[in-house]
């Protein structure tokens, strides 16, 4: 096996190196190159009848060439792997109960310990046979090593390591026994504040390992499992790199462009295309998981049967805003009911809730331009934290209009309360001034009939004044009379 293993690698290069030479000169090229390995030559000649030689060049022949050797490693992997690890069996000192997982170069299961009386649960990563070769030995250390130094509440904990019976390592820690970050927010159907509470408890533990500088590189929705008590946990370091003092570069063991370690629908333009990772390229990943967790969707779907078309969607084209993805799925019947049934979320409110800051926080972490997105895991939280408080976001253009309506929007209670109390205010000045001008007129009134009587007796008295002579008799009862009705007119 480890012949066919190096004569792939063989092919592999030569293969790479024919593709870097104009078409005319190929041929000659491989036939002078393998003059005395026909097998090798046989191979590339496939390979390069294969494929169109016009429009796989530079990096797209390392893009296609690493689709290659990817399926090439699976099949060799699969061949040697025929006879998995049986429940019972011991590995050091823990006993396998079953598998959980399967990555690229190791296979993961819950094992067990006894303690005395008490069996405790753990999980276990055992290098894949077949796989285990000077590099991916290496890259398994190096995995330790980052887990030994991390220990935060929100990342997997590292408990022991080994070499097991048949020559491969291992290394053991904390098992989670959770669902993946997507499903237990659909399952347990929580609404996108409670989405992105849950989210950046998950940012935490990416920025802690930024703080000791470790740089995951394998963010996706798998890697964060979530118990059955809402803690999110961080797993898989097994890509992960360390930076280096001057933050600039990364140390650490190489990740091939093209490798079936990395996730593609996951994975950020630069890895893609080979170039330096820093911690920016994490921020990249939360965004897709962010997109994701936030619609039910993923950014772009991608073919990995298309290496070019891959390479092209994920360092060119920018993914469109939430919200208009989430409409789009909402405005047929079928893809309607789709989308409901994958995610209650999904709701003809949503995009309305999209729209606009929390659109702009995930189309900023997906900037295909490393220094276009947030800078830092934390300036991401941050603008999370200041959407949930109602407070404007780092990310937006400032403007006065904005940042009143987030005033508005952030005091609307407040402002409710106090326009309830402004108007009970008015409403019982209203009725005071109301009563108050009602008793003016009342005294008004009764004053003026107090003005008359005093007219009226006064000429009552004139009129009958003790020097008068009066004719006839007249009753006191008339005179009264005469007197109310004079007053009342």
Do not use: C
Not at 48 to 73: C, H, M, P, Q
Not at 171 to 179: I, L, N, P, S
Not at 248 to 269: H, Q
């Amino acid at each position: 096996m480890g012949a066919a293993t190096e004569q792939w690698r063989v092919v592999d290069d030569l293969f790479k190196r024919a593709l870097d030479r104009a078409p005319g000169e190929r041929e000659a090229f491989v036939r002078d190159a393998a003059a005395f390995e026909p097998a090798v030559r046989e191979e590339v000649r496939a390979l390069l009848r294969a494929i169109d030689g016009t429009t796989v060049l530079n990096n797209e022949a390392g893009a296609y060439s690493g689709k290659l050797w990817d399926e090439f490693a699976h099949e060799i992997t699969n061949l040697v792997d025929r006879n998995p690890i049986e429940p019972g069996t011991m590995v050091g000192e823990y006993r396998v109960v079953r598998e959980v997982g399967r990555g690229g170069m190791a296979v993961v299961f819950e094992a067990e310990r006894d303690f005395g009386h008490v069996k405790q649960r753990f999980a276990l990563k055992l290098v894949k046979r077949g796989t285990d070769t000077d590099e991916v030995v290496r890259r398994f250390g190096f995995e330790r090593q980052i887990l030994a130094s991390l220990n935060h509440p929100n990342i997997a904990r590292l408990y022991d390591g080994g070499v097991s019976q048949d020559g491969r390592p291992y290394f053991v820690m904390e098992y989670v026994a959770g669902r993946t970050i997507t499903d237990y927010a659909r399952q347990e159907r929580l609404d996108v504040e409670q989405r992105l509470r849950l989210f950046m408890k998950a940012i935490e533990a990416v920025q802690y390992a930024h703080r000791n500088l470790v740089v995951h590189r394998d963010l996706k929705p798998s890697n964060i499992l979530v118990t059955a008590e809402g803690v999110p946990k961080l797993l898989d370091f097994g890509i992960a790199k360390v930076i280096s003092d001057d933050a600039s570069e990364t140390v650490g063991v190489r990740t091939r462009t093209g490798s079936f370690w990395l996730t593609p629908d996951y994975a950020s333009p630069e890895q893609i295309k080979g170039e330096n990772v820093t911690t920016s390229s994490d921020v990249y990943g939360l965004g897709i998981v962010l997109f994701e967790l936030l619609t039910g969707q993923r950014p772009f779907v991608v073919d990995p049967a298309d290496p070019l078309e891959l390479r092209r969607m994920i360092t060119e084209v920018m993914p469109e805003k939430p919200s208009v993805v989430v409409a789009r799925s909402l405005t047929t019947t079928q893809s309607n009911e789709g989308v409901r049934e994958r995610d209650p979320i999904v709701t003809d409110r949503l995009p309305r809730i999209l729209r606009g800051d929390l659109d702009v926080i995930i189309r900023k972490a997906l900037r295909k331009e490393p220094e276009r997105r947030y800078y830092s895991t934390e300036a991401m939280s941050s603008d999370i934290r200041r959407y949930l408080e109602g407070r404007p976001l780092r990310a937006r253009p400032d403007s006065f209009g904005y940042r009143v309506s987030k005033y508005v929007g952030r005091n609307a209670k407040i402002l409710g309360l106090s326009g309830v109390v402004l108007l009970l205010m008015f409403g019982s000045i209203l009725f005071h001034t109301s009563r108050v001008t009602k008793q003016r007129n009342i005294a008004r009134s009764e004053a003026e009939k107090s003005a008359q009587v005093a007219n009226f007796m006064s000429g009552l008295l004139g009129e009958f004044g003790p020097n008068q002579s009066v004719q006839g008799t007249v009753q006191v009862a008339e005179i009264l009379r005469d007197g109310i009705k004079s007053i009342e007119s």
